[in-house]
């Protein structure tokens, strides 16, 4: 299958800081990137979905001005939480779509994910 | 409201027994329907993924099942391996035209013990 990374795997910062979460696509031309966030025993919640070379979509209650998303290119999207703040810590998942896999499935590839620790 | 729900929340099993998860949707019209397996501190990994017109696909000790009548799916573990031990989502793509949007289930936390 195709594969999504995603780097840092871990990330511990300081309130108020800005950490820069990266996603690519290591074998495929991602038109659409997703950014998830789980929480503990939670199920993934879809935070906002980017196509390459346009704006981001966020979902409501996600704050399009502390989860700065930037799709530039057909194999990195990448998410920046500013002035992170503990309530933030989470384990943050992106996945990408794209000229992949059985087209009828039109299947999503996600990363590893990254877990992000605000102190 | 599209929904899909997964039961049950969690389950304890013994290495080499069988076990199966259920999901019960509400989505429609579907695309298709997709088991994943995420272990823990891990995205999630794609199983199998089934259209509308399968019944039933599997991935080596994993089968999954649709009914697309009665909206209901399931993913039986054969013969369990301590390495199942993970939390398994079923994930239900909308159609095309509804927006291609996936909708998550609260996942199935399994953990097989030896």
């Known amino acids: 299958g195709a594969v999504v990374s995603q780097h840092p795997s871990r990330v511990i910062c300081k309130s108020g800081t800005s950490v820069k979460i990266e996603c690519r696509s290591l074998?495929?031309?991602?038109?659409?990137m997703f950014w998830y966030r789980q929480f503990p025993k939670q199920s993934l919640m879809l935070m906002a979905t980017?196509?390459?070379?346009?704006?981001?979509?966020?979902e409501q209650g996600v704050e399009k001005d502390k989860f700065l998303i930037n799709h530039a290119s057909l194999t990195l999207s990448t998410l920046t939480v500013t002035s992170a703040h503990p309530e933030d810590s989470s384990f943050y998942i992106c996945?990408?779509?794209?000229?992949?896999?059985?087209?009828?499935?039109?299947?999503?590839?996600f990363g590893p994910g990254t877990r992000l620790t605000v102190l | 409201k599209n929904q899909v729900e997964q039961s049950p929340q969690s389950l304890i099993i013994l290495e080499g027994k069988n076990c199966t998860l259920q999901?019960?949707?509400?989505?429609?019209?579907?695309?298709?329907l997709r088991w994943y397996k995420q272990d823990t501190g891990r995205g999630p990994v794609s199983l199998t993924i089934?259209?509308?017109?399968?019944n039933t696909k599997s991935n080596g000790r994993y089968t999954a099942t649709l009914d697309a009548d009665t909206k209901q799916s399931s993913l039986h573990i054969t013969a369990s391996q301590l390495s199942d031990s993970a939390s398994y989502i079923c994930?239900?793509?909308?159609?095309?035209?509804?927006?291609?949007?996936?909708?998550f289930g609260g996942g199935t936390r399994v953990l097989v013990k030896p």
């Open positions: 074998d495929f031309q991602a038109t659409t």
């Open positions: 999901c019960n949707y509400t989505v429609s019209p579907f695309s298709n």
């Open positions: 980017s196509n390459e070379g346009s704006k981001a979509t966020y």
């Open positions: 996945s990408a779509r794209g000229l992949a896999g059985p087209s009828s499935y039109n299947e999503q590839f």
């Open positions: 994930v239900v793509r909308h159609f095309k035209a509804a927006g291609n949007k996936l909708t």
């Open positions: 089934m259209t509308f017109s399968e």
